[in-house]
């Protein structure tokens, strides 16, 4: 079996796929893992080739669309040592088209469609649970904390829906921000967060939104488990509604 | 009164509505400057009862002038009135939709007044909404009976979905408990709202720009158990409504014992199980080829307690079985107790590259414990397929959690999957 090795980024893993899959005749008999600079390390690196890797997936959407999606799901996961599934996968959805995804009976299928299932999940999830406060400035600021990385997705998708107002999302955990403001989107990182002041009226509409939500279960009819099984507690703590809790 | 014990009331008195779908209807474009729909719908939030928020859900009055025995805004009633003026029902609208609280408004309301003057108000906020604020986000908006035709039309034109209570299962009924509420000014609007959303769709044919007639369809919803109708009655009416009024849906709403009405049966807790029953039956008319008459008939007029209706079609038709999951057609596998539309789809997909093991059926997600009296794979049995009827109802009913959970019985399957 040959063992490949890329440089840990995207684009190194997406354009050693493409090489893989030009030179070797079977690539379910190879292997691709993230070098890890350790002095007697077995495998032939290759080097990254952003065309290459932006050209695989541009091929690969043309082919079969869905898998294609499933391969954008899979990277905001950000799943280390999955490098020889995606390899493996990739090689069926040429082979099969879209109809790769019902596969389910092969491993490196499932572990794929898995993981890019879970992210594309909390990609639809947040795009609900996702809260816009109110700044002095006019600004509004969403704050979360997500598993996979998706603050791409998700800025696109508030650009759609927000679009006369200047937003920014932050992601506290990787630090990441995008800023929307009069047709243009931005992303950045911000190393240094001081929360700005909020608008007078935003803890006026935040009391409104607490009452409604409160209001509007049916009191006889609590059912906590089946409140957090679908909201589950880890995005609480930016969510309006459950503030003081 | 200031807004916040308005919208306490207001809201309050919406709770019971059962309708919180704001899926079906693709609205976005540069008109737009605040606000698309999606057409798969998105949760905002869940209540403490486990349930979707996806719309502000508000009567806009619950000062009624009518007095339904079922209902607690009727005017015999004693509680806090409380009534909203358009332009705040437009400002709490922007003011949650800007933060991502809601996917847009869902306004009902009481007859406050008359009908027309209340219908009136309502499509004035649809209005503002639309054309001063541009927004572009979901609303909803419940046609008073008996408003002016003029009026039900420019609601449909600005709100994605339309629906007009239909109530009560009978015109006996209505009669007895509304008595203010007639059938005819219940359906005239739905045929109404059924023509022009016909029309419309006729007319975008051929022209892009012409308007757009409530898109996401027409819904009606019905209490149930406040009035002496069988389950074959109510599924036979609602086989009708699906057929020729077109309509998208209908919600069923186990009645809330509110009062002590004489006209009103007496009911220890509301018909909880009952609804959920009416809610499968009625999956079972819109997505798996069922008619109401395979369901029930004269002789057994009501849904099974203990089984959901696949179950107990299916456990009345042992010829149909066993099916062969390597081979049946889709219709045939959607007959099959325990696997539903996606498992049905995920059969037909996986078995072109490989014939489906038994292992390869609990990845595909259908549930075994149900499916496997009813199923061979490759030939394969999983249960005698051909024990007595009996003692198959006597397993299914072991193998399937005692009573459902509360909580099944609040979720509308599948709206948002
Ligand atoms: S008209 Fe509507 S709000 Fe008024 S009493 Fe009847 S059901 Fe209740």
């Known amino acids: 079996m040959n063992r490949y090795l890329y440089d840990g980024t995207a684009d190194g893993l997406l354009s050693a796929i493409a090489w893989i899959l030009e030179e070797e005749p079977d690539p379910e008999q190879v292997a691709l893992a993230e070098r890890q600079d350790t002095l007697f390390e077995d495998g032939f690196f290759l080097a990254t080739d952003a065309i290459q890797a932006e050209d695989l997936f541009f091929r690969l959407r043309q082919h079969a669309p869905d898998a294609a999606h499933t391969l954008y799901s899979f990277m905001l996961a950000e799943k280390d040592g999955m490098e020889s599934s995606l390899l493996h996968y990739i090689a069926l959805a040429f082979i099969h088209g879209d109809k790769v995804n019902g596969y389910l009976t092969h491993p490196a299928v499932r572990d794929i469609v898995g993981i890019a299932k879970k992210a594309g999940r909390e990609l639809h999830r947040l795009k609900g649970l996702l809260r816009f406060e109110k700044l002095r400035d006019g600004a509004y600021l969403a704050k979360m904390e997500p598993d996979h990385n998706i603050i791409h997705p998700l800025a696109y998708h508030f650009s759609r829906r927000l679009r006369a107002q200047h937003w920014f999302l932050y992601d506290v955990r990787r630090r990441t921000a995008a800023r929307w403001n009069q047709g243009t989107l931005q992303f950045g990182t911000i190393e240094q967060f001081t929360a700005p002041a909020l608008s007078d009226d935003e803890k006026k509409v935040q009391a409104l939104w607490q009452i409604f939500f409160k209001t509007i279960a049916i009191p006889d009819r609590k059912n906590p488990r089946l409140q957090k099984s679908n909201m589950p507690m880890k995005y609480w703590k930016y969510l309006t509604e459950k503030q003081g809790e | ?417």
Not at chain 2, 34 to 51: F, P, Q
Not at chain 2, 82 to 111: C, H, K, P, Q
Not at chain 2, 129 to 146: M, S, V
Not at chain 2, 254 to 272: C, F, K
Request: hydrophobic share 40%; net charge positive.
């Open chain 2, 1 to 417: 009164m200031d807004i916040l014990s308005k919208l306490q009331i207001l809201s309050g008195a919406a709770r019971y509505d059962a309708s919180c779908a704001s899926s079906g209807s693709k609205r976005e474009g540069p008109a737009c400057v605040t606000g698309n729909t999606s057409s798969s719908g998105i949760c905002h939030s869940w209540a403490d009862d486990g349930r979707c928020i996806s719309l502000l859900k508000i009567l806009l009055s619950n000062d009624c002038q009518y007095d339904c025995a079922y209902c607690v805004n009727r005017s015999s009633n004693f509680v806090e009135r409380a009534s909203f003026t358009a332009r705040e029902v437009v400002d709490l609208t922007l003011d949650f939709y800007r933060r991502n609280y809601i996917e847009g408004l869902f306004l009902s309301s009481a007859v406050m007044g008359s009908p027309d003057k209340t219908m009136e108000r309502m499509v004035r906020v649809a209005e503002t909404l639309r054309t001063e604020e541009q927004f572009g986000g979901y609303i909803h908006l419940k046609i008073i009976p008996g408003s002016s035709s003029e009026l039900v039309r420019k609601a449909g034109l600005y709100a994605d979905r339309i629906s007009v209570n239909i109530e009560l299962p009978s015109q006996a009924s209505l009669q007895r408990l509304a008595p203010q509420k007639h059938k005819e000014a219940i359906l005239a609007p739905m045929a109404l709202i059924g023509r022009e959303i016909a029309s419309s769709l006729v007319e975008r044919k051929t022209s892009r720009h012409a308007p757009r007639f409530a898109p996401a369809g027409q819904s009606t919803q019905m209490i149930i158990g406040a009035s002496p109708e069988n389950d074959f009655q109510i599924l036979r009416l609602s086989q009708g409504l699906y057929k020729k009024m077109q309509l998208k849906r209908v919600y069923y709403s186990a009645y809330m014992p509110v009062s002590d009405d004489n006209r009103l049966p007496v009911l220890a807790a509301p018909p909880l199980l009952r609804e959920h029953r009416l809610y499968q039956a009625d999956w079972l008319l819109r997505f798996y080829g069922f008619s109401a008459e395979e369901i029930l008939s004269d002789d057994a007029p009501n849904l099974d307690e203990s089984f959901d209706p696949k179950s107990a079609w299916a456990l009345r038709h042992p010829e149909f079985f066993p099916v062969e999951i390597n081979r049946a057609d889709y219709g045939t596998l959607l007959r099959v107790p325990g696997i539903g539309v996606t498992s049905a789809k995920r059969i037909i997909t996986a078995r072109r590259f490989s014939a489906i093991t038994p292992e390869g059926m609990k990845k595909i997600g259908v549930v075994m414990k149900r499916a496997k009296y009813f199923i061979t794979c490759s030939g394969r049995s999983f249960e005698k397929t051909d024990r007595p009827a009996a003692l198959l109802r006597q397993q299914l009913l072991l193998g399937e959690s005692p009573v459902p959970a509360r909580s099944t019985q609040l979720v509308i399957p599948g709206i948002f999957s």
